[in-house]
């Protein structure tokens, strides 16, 4: 018989063999030693433990500022001050101050908005807080004494007429002209000097339109852009807010050559059917205006020929003329004066200069003409720096002795052709004037 020999082992094979018999033995005795903790261990032993607190759960002795700012609101804008021009060095700086945020007691607050009332109230008058410059007694909510008027709703019956496919302001059958129908109702029994502010440029951002619209006093004269989109819509909406509107006609400026002219442009050079025609187109862009003001103008407004035939057609149809300050101000009176037109001229563009300190002194300034004679208008654009400051600045008014009224309430129709005196003031009626020419 041949004689047998064994092969030798594979190396791989016997490493693979000792690693699976050494992993069954040692996960024999881990898994017996889980099962033996499970059945035989605490579990109330098992690792050490923490306990954190997400929330402080106990009181705490001052609200979250969000809740003193909910709460205090009201309070809170007190103590934003408004510029007060009557210094002894007639600074006009704005407050180097920001605002308060509300966090001093309700009773702190309540003394001090009773120290910052008007001089010469009584004690039993002073009781309340002051909100945008209106003082809200105990029982009385901040609307009580805000309520504001909202002006009829356009167009008034009688009011207009259609003329080539266009709807017309005229002068109605019972000689009420719009001038008077569509002008915001304004009343000075202690006859105190008064200021008026124009805001224009409205009806192109509706941001800016909207801001002007909500935001400033009801007495502010509101203009639109004729060619604004939704401009009626835009014009409803100033009414219901008690704002009395102007329409912003396009005139023919000296230096129109270097600038995109508006294609209803009154030129000096256009005879007057054509000038006619145009002003018609304006006019028949919306209704509930009680007048124009001027956008740009001082080429035309220095042609006698051109300038004439507009205002009487203006006139005509009852309207007023606001001269935003650009226009010549000796041949524009005595235009009016020929023409019987109601005319005002502004004293100042307030924003002239976009900047805190310019528009500042441009409201020292009217606050001056109005002390002295009686009166005085400003004219600005809705850029937001303007609405603001006028918000802020029309609010001082009422302590400085000053009303504030609406445009309408300074243009009058001037009975005689020769030039008005100097100091005339001039209202939105054929009555004398409500304010004190001299202050």
Avoid: C
């Avoid at 103590?79 to 605002?99: C, K, M, Q, V």
């Avoid at 801001?211 to 014009?235: G, R, Y």
Wanted: hydrophobic fraction near 40%; avoid cysteine.
């Amino acid at each position: 018989m041949a004689n047998r020999r064994d092969a030798e082992p594979s190396p791989l094979r016997a490493g693979a063999v000792h690693t699976g018999l050494s992993l069954l033995v040692f996960g024999g005795i881990a898994g017996a030693l889980g099962a033996a903790i499970i059945l035989m261990g605490d579990p109330s032993e098992a690792s050490p433990k923490q306990t954190l607190a997400l929330f402080d759960t106990h009181d705490s002795a001052a609200p979250p500022l969000k809740t003193r700012l909910k709460t205090n609101i009201a309070t809170a804008s007190l103590a934003i001050e408004t510029p007060d021009y009557s210094d002894a060095d007639g600074s006009g700086d704005l407050p180097d101050f920001g605002p308060d945020l509300g966090v001093e007691s309700p009773d702190d607050m309540l003394v001090a908005a009773a120290d910052a009332a008007p001089v010469g109230e009584g004690d039993a008058d002073t009781a309340g807080v002051r909100i945008n410059g209106k003082l809200v007694k105990p029982g009385e909510s901040y609307g009580d004494v805000t309520s504001i008027v909202s002006l009829d709703r356009a167009p008034i019956a009688g009011m207009t007429e259609r003329l080539n496919g266009m709807t017309l302001p005229r002068i109605s059958p019972d000689g009420r002209a719009p001038a008077d129908a569509y002008a915001r109702p304004f009343i000075n029994p202690g006859n105190k000097p008064v200021v008026a502010i124009v805001v224009g440029g409205l009806g192109i951002n509706a941001t800016h339109t909207k801001s002007a619209i909500d935001e400033l006093p009801p007495e502010v004269t509101l203009s639109f852009a004729p060619d604004a989109t939704s401009l009626q819509t835009w014009i409803n909406r100033a009414r219901a807010a008690g704002h009395e509107v102007l329409i912003e006609t396009p005139m023919e400026a000296y230096d129109y050559g270097r600038m995109k002219m508006h294609p209803l442009t009154l030129l000096a050079s256009e005879n007057e059917a054509r000038n006619q025609a145009r002003l018609e187109r304006v006019l028949s862009r919306s209704t509930g205006y009680f007048g124009l003001i001027n956008s740009q103008g001082s080429k035309i407004g220095d042609d006698d020929a051109a300038m004439k035939p507009v205002l009487k057609a203006v006139s005509d149809r009852g309207l007023a003329f606001i001269d935003d300050g650009s226009l010549d101000a000796g041949n524009m009176q005595q235009l009016s004066g020929e023409t019987g037109l109601r005319y005002v001229r502004a004293d100042s563009a307030i924003d002239a200069k976009l900047s805190a300190e310019d528009i500042s002194s441009e409201f020292m300034e009217l606050e001056s003409q109005a002390l002295e004679h009686g009166a005085a208008l400003g004219a600005g654009y809705a850029f937001p720096i303007t609405i603001e400051m006028v918000k802020t600045w029309t609010a001082s008014l009422e302590q400085k002795g000053i009303v504030l009224a609406p445009a309408s309430a300074l243009a009058a129709k001037s009975a005689k052709a020769e030039n008005p005196a100097d100091d005339t003031v001039r209202t939105g009626s054929l009555e004398p004037a409500p304010v004190n020419p001299h202050g």
